[in-house]
């Protein structure tokens, strides 16, 4: 999407065919920086500590970070150990297997020599695969959006709300949650988004308003904790997430906060709505509470805050009294029943079972064979 009217993309490969470069999300909103990646430990280490983040741009940065490691050493060792290192970086973005998966589908049975050019080229094609799914959830949620500005909303603003970064940063471009928000706002409909912030590490204050602003999006930042308030008062027409990984019976696992915002929208009859590429469906699990593995973070998180002084210096403080114990869980599981619709690139699917299987029949998996992989 566009940066002071200049179209970027958060991952691309650089002019010299062989280093990738990345925008720096741990900078922004206050400084835009791009980062290069050189090695697939390079890569591993952007998405360890979050220079990019959003699961299918992890998904994307781990193919490349295979590709890096082809260049380092071709042979079946290093490819063995470039999925280990990736794998280990975050645990609950599905779109990280995925990308790996397809990643050693290609390149196993090729001889090491062919593998660099081979891994570049399927790296290039989930990343432009990743694109064309978003731009198909733009479609999709448009007509969403069109069908609520019509039935409740005749010529008045359309009010989305919208928790944590589903948005371009997260993935190559478009969003999940935002490529409908985009399409629409381009297609010259009246829409506003609520932004949660997001805490602790701010991802809706910092990156959704970040790149809402510099399309020319009508936002609000709201604290995590206003979006209930919002909603008895009739000034949320629909939620719009995004998710890190959706089980086979449709429970949606994302930012931690989501649960409460669907609980909310339930209680108020508003729709709630999940917006998701394929590869972020898990059809080898079907329970998200129980088998979802939940990223605890470190505790600096929570107890500290970093920002911009009005003098211009980016400074970190605390905000937890020291010696207070605190808790960091990333992500929360939201089941099925909650959701109104899953906003995909074939359509907008019930939350369950059948539907996704019939969706998306060249990706289910048989339980033992999930097992046994
Ligand atoms: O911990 P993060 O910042 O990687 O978490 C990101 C989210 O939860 C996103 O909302 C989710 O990945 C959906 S991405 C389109």
Not at 56 to 81: F, K, Q, V
Not at 165 to 191: R, S
Not at 206 to 233: F, K, R
Not at 274 to 286: C, Q, Y
């Amino acid at each position: 999407m566009k940066v002071d009217g200049k179209h970027i993309r958060s991952i691309w490969l650089e002019p010299d065919g062989v280093t990738v470069g990345a925008i720096d999300q741990r900078r922004l909103p206050h400084e835009f920086v791009v980062a290069r990646l050189a090695t697939c430990a390079d890569a591993a280490e952007a998405i360890r500590s979050m220079l990019v983040r959003g699961a299918p741009l992890i998904g994307a940065t781990a193919a490349y970070g295979m590709a890096l490691a082809m260049r380092e050493d071709g042979s079946d060792a290093a490819l063995d150990r470039a999925y280990a290192t990736l794998i280990a970086t975050r645990p609950t973005a599905i779109n990280l297997k995925w990308a790996l998966d397809a990643m050693h589908a290609v390149l196993r049975p090729l001889a090491p020599a062919e593998r660099v050019a081979a891994a570049y080229a399927r790296a290039g094609a989930i990343a432009e695969d990743d694109i064309a799914i978003n731009q198909g959830i733009a479609h999709n949620g448009l007509a969403l959006i069109e069908m609520i500005k019509a039935c409740k909303k005749p010529g008045e603003r359309v009010n989305v709300l919208t928790h944590c970064n589903a948005g371009w940063l997260a993935t190559v471009d478009w969003g999940t949650a935002t490529a409908p928000i985009y399409l629409a706002h381009d297609n010259g409909i009246d829409l506003h988004v609520w932004v949660d912030e997001t805490r602790p590490r701010n991802q809706g204050a910092s990156l959704t308003a970040w790149e809402l602003g510099h399309h020319g999006v009508p936002h609000t930042v709201i604290p995590d904790n206003t979006g209930g308030h919002l909603m008895q008062h009739g000034m949320v027409d629909l939620c719009i997430v995004g998710t890190d990984r959706v089980t086979a019976d449709g429970d949606v696992c994302n930012k931690i906060g989501t649960y409460l915002k669907a609980l909310a929208a339930r209680d108020n009859g508003v729709p709630f709505y999940v917006a998701l590429p394929s590869p972020t469906i898990d059809f080898t699990i079907r329970d998200g509470i129980l088998e979802i593995p939940i990223e605890q973070r470190e505790a600096s998180e929570v107890t500290h805050m970093t920002g911009r002084t009005d003098d211009g210096r980016i400074e970190t403080v605390r905000v937890v009294p020291a010696g207070s114990p605190v808790a960091n869980y990333g992500f929360d599981v939201t089941p099925s029943r909650l959701v109104t619709g899953l906003i995909t690139e074939r359509g907008v699917l019930k939350a369950e079972r059948g539907a996704l299987a019939a969706a998306f029949p060249e990706r289910v998996v048989r339980r033992q064979d999930a097992l046994r992989a």
